[in-house]
């Protein structure tokens, strides 16, 4: 009998402790209440099954038995109340715990009557036990209807869940596994089975499984409980030592270490509290960074839609205009006077840029959604730049500067690699072109080498040259360098941009070296080889 009295008294100390420093710790959170009213649940029948298994007569046993089931009555119900306050599913399943309580309320008024316990009787090695009465049944049936239906709302919440949310519950799981499977060996006597209730430690397992859940994962604030518990505990039994002295020397040693020990305690406590403090705030801050983030991408893709949408509705009519525009010129509605030419040319030439706009932004948008699809091909980089020069030429000529392509002997070819033809075209074209736009005297050269394995374009220039602050952010989007925004006023800042994203999807690498302002500019394209 001393075995049941004592897991009957260590399963009362431990949830009295545990519901008592939970409770005081924060006493307005709900969740708090909760475990501590749970808490005392397990208290209550704890208390009364430590006085039964050593009742000296029938009465005593009677009512211990009687006073312990008030406890066991709702154990269930407020363990199901806790579990839907942490699982935020209170306002979903109110009715079923209303129920739950009404049922255990009115089975309570009835624990004091024959119709709950009948009789106490002998059984197995027990002096007394009780005989169920009929509403005992019922009282068996709620009570494992309510822990079963806990079971099943953590074990879908953890299906659910995930990080430090799923090992919280997980933990919560093994716990209430142990303690209700073991604490059912309490009812195979009253049904005449011969097992005695030898899984009622499980019930302080239990405890101490939560305990630790909440304590390794941050529940409730159990670690300053339990170290201001620690602290405690140890100051009683110093105190104690201190008052048990003997000597004057032991009176001036232990109170020495008593008042050093409280010193420490008081220390240990603050900076457990500190801690929890600054990771509540981290805690705060990742919600409210990972809610900021989020809607930061909901933005960018709706900014994303936006440009595509916008941009496939504007370059139909932009493409009709320089249709009708470059017919005009042609003379096809016949001729023009000279005075109206020069502003059609001039509108021709803004409808194209426009055009080249809307292209950008269509890459943009496709680029950052994922949608820029590639079509590879083994080709010689040589003959790109052969007809970006030839379509650039007469651009330098006007301007009255060189444009150099330094093609290389045929007995020293190059070799074809794989990539996408119109891509690496319009990446090369953009930058021979802002090369002659940011040069106003002498000479743009184009030269291919392979380096390392790898095949390198060297685009050079002598013109408004950059520092090393501006070639930091010159392949950003809409950034444009000092001399951009002097020289040529038009762009907009994409181009560059959109030829790293290029070269980039091609495995390759794009970068720009400056020797400072005025005194030119060399960009570099570098391009994995790739030979048949």
């Given amino acids: 009998m001393l075995f049941y009295a004592l897991t009957g008294l260590i399963n009362a100390i431990t949830s009295t402790f545990l519901g008592f420093f939970v409770y005081f710790k924060n006493r307005k959170s709900k969740i708090n209440q909760l475990f501590a009213l749970f808490c005392l649940s397990v208290a209550v029948w704890s208390y009364a099954y430590y006085f039964w298994p050593g009742a000296a007569d029938k009465k005593i046993a009677l009512l211990s038995f009687q006073l312990l089931h008030i406890g066991a009555i709702f154990i269930p119900i407020v363990y199901l109340h806790f579990i839907l306050v942490w699982l935020n599913l209170y306002k979903e399943k109110k009715a079923i715990l209303k129920l739950g309580y009404l049922a255990s309320f009115i089975l309570s008024c009835f624990v004091f009557t024959p119709l709950f316990i009948k009789d106490m009787v002998p059984k197995l090695s027990f002096k007394y036990w009780g005989e169920p009465g009929i509403l005992y049944h019922f009282f068996l049936f709620i009570f494992l209807t309510y822990a079963f239906y806990a079971f099943y709302l953590l074990l879908k919440a953890y299906q659910k869940s995930l990080g430090t949310r799923r090992k919280q519950i997980k933990y919560i799981l093994i716990g209430t596994a142990i303690g209700y499977i073991g604490g059912a060996t309490n009812y195979f006597l009253w049904y005449n089975i011969p097992i005695p209730p030898v899984g009622n430690w499980s019930v302080t397992l239990y ?17 300053v409980v339990l170290t201001q ?24 040693w232990k109170g020495a270490l008593l008042v050093a020990f409280l010193i420490f305690g008081w220390f240990l406590i603050k900076s457990v509290l500190l801690e929890i403090r600054s990771r509540e705030r981290f805690q705060e801050l990742t919600i409210k960074l990972k809610k900021a983030y989020k809607e930061l991408e909901r933005l960018d893709k709706a900014k994303s839609e936006f440009i595509s949408i916008a941009s496939h509705q504007l370059r139909t009519p932009l493409t009709a205009i320089k249709g009708y525009i470059s017919m005009i010129l042609e003379g096809v509605y016949g001729q023009m006077s000279k005075k109206i030419k020069k502003p059609m040319e001039n509108v021709y030439k803004s409808n194209e ?26 080709v010689l980089p040589s003959e790109i730049i052969t007809s ?29 690699i794989s990539i996408d033809r119109d891509k690496m075209r319009q990446v090369i074209l953009n930058i021979i072109d802002n090369a ?76 720009a070296t400056s020797l400072g302002k005025g005194k030119g500019s060399t960009f570099y394209i570098e391009l994995p080889i790739k030979i048949k």
């Avoid at 201190?242 to 032991?250: G, I, K, P, V, Y």
């Avoid at 426009?354 to 083994?378: A, T, W, Y």
């Avoid at 038009?490 to 690498?509: N, P, R």
Wanted: with cysteine; aromatic share 10%.
């Fill in 353 to 378: 840029r426009l055009i080249k706009l809307i292209n950008d932004l269509l890459s943009v948008s496709r680029i950052e959604s994922g949608r820029m699809e590639m079509d590879f091909q083994m």
């Fill in 388 to 416: 970006c020069v030839e379509e650039l030429k007469i651009q330098a000529k006007n301007k009255k500067i060189g444009l150099k392509w330094e093609e290389p002997p045929k007995q020293e070819a190059l070799p074809r």
């Fill in 229 to 252: 518990l620690l602290v405690g505990v140890i100051a009683i039994l110093l105190l104690f030592q201190f008052l048990a002295s003997e000597t004057l020397f032991e009176y001036i």
């Fill in 207 to 223: 405890l101490i499984i939560v305990a630790y859940a909440i304590v390794k994962y941050h529940l409730m604030e159990i670690r």
């Fill in 436 to 511: 002659i736009k940011y040069t106003e005297g002498g000479e743009v050269r184009i030269k291919c080498q392979i380096v390392d394995d790898k095949y390198r374009i060297v685009i050079s220039d002598t013109g408004a040259g950059m520092t090393k602050e501006e070639a930091s952010y010159l392949f950003e989007s809409f950034s444009r360098g000092k001399a951009g925004t002097e020289l040529c006023a038009e762009g907009v800042g994409l181009g560059l941009y959109i030829a790293k994203k290029f070269v980039e999807m091609h495995g390759g690498k794009i970068w």
